[in-house]
């Protein structure tokens, strides 16, 4: 019960399995069983990443060596499908790239240590979209998958907020100190500053 009420806060949608045997006859129901198992859709949430055009951005996805030993993975353009890759742009045989769809796509961290995070050099506002890590994990429905939506933007323009004359000296604005007379001699003084 304890668990029941975990995955239905987490979001999971439980199904009770059917009866395998009913009435003494053992017909199998696992054919229907498995049909409503694939046919199950799942909720499935996506990390917001946000970059800068022109600097490398890296979308994070890792799995644990110890556990697997080096495992295949693929990096997607898109949603992951329920099963395999597609519109790969980098995948991994064992621990060595067996394809890249470009040089911009690149996995530094350490293959063998089961970091596969996707880096995307000189990123683009082209590169804005769904990405999908796929770690694929001996056995049905094992396969670890993290999605990621990347948001490439231009740098924001920086402005200052007190104009400079050619001269390099403030001009007139609210952020310089306007010279002040002093109660007790009377006397104004001036402060000068230099950029």
Known sequence: KRLSERNRR??????????????????????????????????????????????????????????????????????????GCANTIISTKGNAVNHRASDRYQLWAGLTEGDVSLAILSAQERDSGTYGCRVEIPGWFNDLKHHFHLTVAQ???????????????????????EPWTSPADGHTASMNYSL
């Open 155 to 177: 740098a924001p323009v920086m402005t200052t907020d007190t104009p400079v004359t050619s001269t390099g000296t403030p001009a007139s604005s609210p952020n310089v100190p």
């Open 10 to 83: 987490a979001g999971a949608v439980s199904v009770a399995a059917p009866p395998l045997c009913a009435m003494g006859s053992c017909r199998c129901a696992s054919s229907a069983w498995l049909l409503l198992l694939l046919t199950t859709v799942s909720g499935v949430s996506a990390v917001s990443v946000s970059g800068v055009v022109g600097e490398n951005i890296t979308l994070p996805c890792s799995y644990s060596v110890k556990n697997y030993g080096v495992l295949d993975v693929c990096w997607v353009r898109g949603e992951i499908p329920s099963m």
